[in-house]
C-alpha cells in the first residue's frame, strides 16, 4: 500500500448528509480535485481541473470559500490529522469530488478506519475503485455524459446504493435500461434524486420510486440551506 500517495483536496467540511442512505448522518466532507466525467449540470466544476497554478498550502485550505477551483495536496496521514484535530467526534467521513475513484483510496481509507470512522465514498463509477471492502460505495452512474466514460461493471457490482440524478423522463429511461442491461445485487437500494430540486423532476421521482419501489433522495441540505 502506497502511504506516500498525495490527494489534491479542493475541501474538507463538516455538514449534515444530504443524500440517499445517509442523509441526516453529521459528516465530514472531503472534495477531491478532478474528474473528466463532464456532465452538463455538474454543480461542483470547479473541481474539474487539476490546475498546478491553483495549488495553495495545505493549511490554507480552510480559509478558501466553498465554490473555488484551489486545491491543496496532502497525505492521508496529513488528512487525518486534520480530521483529528478539526472534528474528532464525527464519526461519518464522505469522500467525494470531483471524482475520488481517479485516485488510489485505499491509504485515505484506511488511515480514517484507524481512527475508528466510517468511509463513504461518492463515485461515478468511471473508474477502477481502489479502496478497502468495508468502505460503503454510493455510485450515481453518469451515463453517456460528453467525457465519454463508460460506467464500469466492477463499480456497478460493487455499489451499495446507486443514486440516480433525474431531470427528465429520459433519466429515468436510462436508469431502467442500465439496471436490466447490469446484474445488479438484489441488496442495491435504488434512489431517485431530483436535479436542482426542481418540481417537475421531483414529481417524477415520486411517480417513479412509487412504480417501481425505489427509494426518494432529496437534497435535504439544500433545502435547508446547509453545506
Ligand atoms: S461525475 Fe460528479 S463531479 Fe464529475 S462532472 Fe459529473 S457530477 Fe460533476
Known sequence: MQNSQQYPINEIFVTLQGEAGFAGTPSVFIRLQ??????????????????????IDFNNLFNKSDDKNSWATATATQITRCIETNYPHIKHIVITGGEPAMYDLRPLC???????KDIQIET??????????????????????????????????????????VGKLADIQKLKSFLSANQIPANTKIWLQPLSQNKTATNLCVEHALLN????????HKFINIR
Open 110 to 116: 484506511q488511515a480514517l478506519e484507524n481512527l475508528g
Open 124 to 165: 461515478s463509477g468511471t473508474y477502477e475503485l481502489k479502496i478497502p471492502d468495508s468502505t460503503w460505495v454510493t455510485l450515481s452512474p453518469k451515463i453517456d455524459m460528453p467525457g465519454g466514460k463508460p460506467v464500469l461493471l466492477k463499480c456497478i457490482v460493487r455499489a451499495n446504493e446507486i443514486k440516480m440524478p
Open 213 to 220: 419501489n425505489w427509494r426518494l433522495s432529496l437534497q435535504t
Open 34 to 55: 478532478g474528474c473528466d466525467v463532464g456532465c452538463g449540470w455538474c454543480d461542483t466544476k470547479h473541481t474539474w481541473k487539476v490546475n498546478q497554478k491553483n495549488e
